[in-house]
């Protein structure tokens, strides 16, 4: 192994601040190259941990392990990593812009729901009205609620 030091799992696990199932699991799913063995035991070169440190960090900014296992196909391949750090970037912005959008709403939801004084979801405009036809869409509820002042009752329909 180009004269470095064999580690073990172990080794690697704490080197690298990861369980060794992850290690095995990583292995198992193609992230990770299988290593060598001697005598029955995984034998890593110190190379492992650049590719754990990777790992780490694509998980961190929130990629999947199989988004990562195409940037690692894209690493070790003659084409490099830009070509697939650039398509699934642009994919996990967009991900990313849909969950902030979901979380402005959840804010602002929660933000009215802690003045709220309703006695009922059916007098409060936080929730759905009843003679709403109920949608499939999830964030029906965390829809930006318009409220008059602080007053999340539900405003009552002028004849």
């Not at 696990?13 to 199932?21: E, I, N, P, Q, W």
């Not at 003659?78 to 070509?83: E, F, K, S, T, Y």
Request: charge should be negative.
């Amino acid at each position: 192994m180009d004269g470095l030091r064999e580690l073990t799992i172990g080794e690697v696990a704490r080197r690298a601040g990861v369980a060794t199932s992850s290690i095995r699991y990583y292995e198992r799913i193609g992230v990770l190259p299988a290593p060598e063995r001697r005598s029955g035991q995984r034998r890593y070169d110190a190379h492992v941990l650049g590719k754990l440190g990777f790992i780490g960090v694509a998980q961190s900014a929130g990629f999947t392990l199989r988004e990562i296992k195409e940037l690692v196909r894209g690493v070790d391949g003659a084409q490099g990593l830009g070509d697939s750090m650039r398509s699934l970037s642009s994919e996990k912005l967009d991900e990313i812009e849909a969950l902030l959008d979901r979380t402005r709403a959840m804010k602002g939801w929660l933000e009215v729901a802690q003045e709220c004084g309703c006695a009922t979801p059916a007098e409060c405009a936080l929730f759905p009205a009843p003679s709403e036809e109920q949608s499939k869409d999830t964030d029906l509820a965390l829809r930006i609620v318009d409220v008059h002042g602080r007053d999340c009752r539900r405003v009552a329909p002028v004849d």
